[in-house]
């Protein structure tokens, strides 16, 4: 990899990273019924990112304000609960001019209002939207249909524009018709799941789905497409098992999963510290399950909190392979340079520098998680102003765990800070090799 590529890359996994914060953070203040100010999640990201970030996050608020309103809770505040793109773009000016949004964006409204609004006909719609005259009849067509296959009640709109389904794609032969979905889950910075039913064989199951400004993105869904391979490769209790994939009769990919009934381990860390045994015995559960991936080839590139499951039995699974890499062991023509990234704040500096993605890279993921489920923060914080920029182009020191819990084992923060080690020669050697150090700390510690 030459060096010119090789920045590409850096740029590409600092701007997905940095991104995924943002919106991971945005719908997170949104769940916890303190709904956040858009303008000031757009700002702290890197300017020239800041335009895709601000449609990306007005999809996300015009959801969860149009869903608000229909429970009766529409918050009090600008936007209120129905909002419309033209109320965004007088208010948050990094979105642009509503002539110039790509009509698959200006569809997503009619989409929220044809849920839980007030139901448009096409030629009430596309009135509002004049530069998109052409364009919209097919996406808000393409919405209807969507709708019509998830069990929705649509009205039919006054008139329809047809077009020509989906291309049969023999890598996603699920069929759309098969599933019914029942609740959104959560979203990440490229997807959002869904509780489902999988109505031939009624049981339930997670629908995972690129957000729809992404459906159109080549790399998005060729990474999307990427990861259920991945996961195809992998049978273990502790990683999430996936069905297959399907495709949309609009054309978008969908991946279906193994349902866990529980959550996620950032949400119980929101919820409070957890002690220090089920600390280690979260992260040992993780390992055995990164190793096993690891013995098949993958690596996961993204291991923080929120892509670790608790069910309600307190079984462990791993879960978004979104990051994934086949180890340069088993590198093929598939392997066709993957999204380059991870999250910033857990992520081994020799990603954040382009280096090449192998074991210590999970290694390092490891001892970042045991240090956030021991401390309750991540390895690395980042500022979002101009004097804190230069930080984020590499890694910096972190902070003893003893210095922010008192009663931290020695042990254990020798073991975290030894993963988290800038040289990666000197973590240990492979997840197996961790998970046995948990294993002999439990042990001794009686």
């Not at 335009?51 to 009090?76: H, K, T």
């Not at 409204?109 to 005259?133: C, K, V």
């Not at 608790?310 to 340069?328: E, S």
């Not at 991540?378 to 003893?400: C, N, S, T, Y």
């Given at each position: ?9 850096n ?6 990273s ?5 919106i991971?953070?945005?719908?997170r203040a949104w769940?916890?019924?303190s ?5 000031d ?9 800041r ?21 009766g ?9 129905r ?7 007088l ?8 002539a110039h949004l ?5 569809a997503?409204?009619?989409r ?11 030629d009430a719609f596309?009135?509002?939207y004049?530069a998109?005259?052409t ?8 919405i ?10 649509v009205?039919?709109?006054s008139?329809?524009t ?11 032969p ?35 789905a690129?957000?729809?400004?992404r ?11 990427h990861?259920?391979r ?11 098992g996936?069905?297959g994939l ?12 193994d349902?866990?009934?529980g ?31 690891h ?8 291991l923080?909190?929120?892509?670790v ?7 462990v ?17 598939a ?11 857990f992520?081994?500096?020799e990603?954040?520098?382009s ?8 290694v ?17 914080q980042f500022a ?6 230069a930080?984020r182009e590499?890694?910096g020191?972190v902070?003893?765990p003893a210095t922010?819990?008192?009663e ?7 073991l ?12 240990c ?16 510690s009686?």
């Amino acid at each position: 990899m030459n060096d010119q590529s090789g920045a590409s890359r850096n740029q590409i996994a600092s701007f997905a990273s940095s991104l995924e914060s943002v919106i991971l953070d945005f719908e997170r203040a949104w769940r916890a019924e303190s709904p956040p100010i858009l303008s000031d999640a757009v700002g702290r990201a890197e300017p020239q990112a800041r335009a895709a970030l601000a449609r990306e996050l007005a999809v996300i608020d015009m959801e969860f304000r149009y869903q608000a309103s229909a429970q009766g809770n529409a918050p009090c505040d600008e936007l209120g609960g129905r909002p419309t793109w033209r109320d965004y773009v007088l208010r948050v000016p990094e979105i642009g001019q509503a002539a110039h949004l790509a009509p698959e964006l200006i569809a997503e409204e009619y989409r929220m209002r044809q849920l839980w609004g007030d139901r448009p006909s096409h030629d009430a719609f596309i009135s509002r939207y004049p530069a998109q005259l052409t364009q919209l009849p097919m996406w808000l067509s393409r919405i209807d249909d969507e709708l019509r296959a998830d069990a929705a009640n649509v009205v039919e709109p006054s008139t329809k524009t047809p077009f020509a389904p989906a291309a049969v794609d023999p890598r996603a032969p699920l069929p759309w018709s098969d599933y019914r979905l029942q609740e959104h889950l959560g979203s990440g910075g490229f997807g959002k799941v869904y509780r489902a039913v999988q109505k031939s064989l009624d049981r339930p199951v997670a629908v995972k789905a690129l957000h729809k400004a992404r459906q159109r993105d080549p790399r998005a869904v060729e990474q999307f497409l990427h990861e259920a391979r991945l996961l195809a490769r992998l049978k273990h209790p502790g990683i999430v098992g996936v069905h297959g994939l399907g495709r949309y009769p609009g054309g978008g990919y969908f991946l279906v999963l193994d349902l866990v009934e529980g959550e996620d381990l950032q949400r119980r860390i929101d919820r409070g510290r957890l002690t220090i045994a089920e600390a280690v015995r979260i992260t040992i559960a993780v390992a055995e399950a990164i190793q096993h991936a690891h013995q098949h080839g993958v690596l996961h590139g993204d291991l923080k909190p929120s892509n670790v499951l608790c069910d309600t039995n307190g079984a462990v699974i791993v879960t978004d392979f979104g990051f994934g890499h086949l180890l340069p062991t088993e590198a093929d023509a598939a392997n066709t340079a993957p999204l380059f990234g991870g999250t910033l704040a857990f992520l081994a500096p020799e990603v954040a520098r382009s280096g090449p993605p192998g074991i210590p890279v999970d290694v390092y993921g490891l001892g970042a998680l045991l240090y956030c489920l021991l401390t309750g923060r991540p390895p690395h914080q980042f500022a979002h102003d101009e004097e804190a920029r230069a930080d984020r182009e590499g890694i910096g020191d972190v902070l003893a765990p003893a210095t922010i819990r008192s009663e931290m084992p020695s042990e254990l923060e020798t073991l975290a800070m030894t993963c988290l080690a800038t040289n990666p020669a000197t973590r240990c050697s492979s997840a197996a090799e961790f998970a046995d150090a948990l294993r002999r700390w439990v042990s001794a510690s009686g």
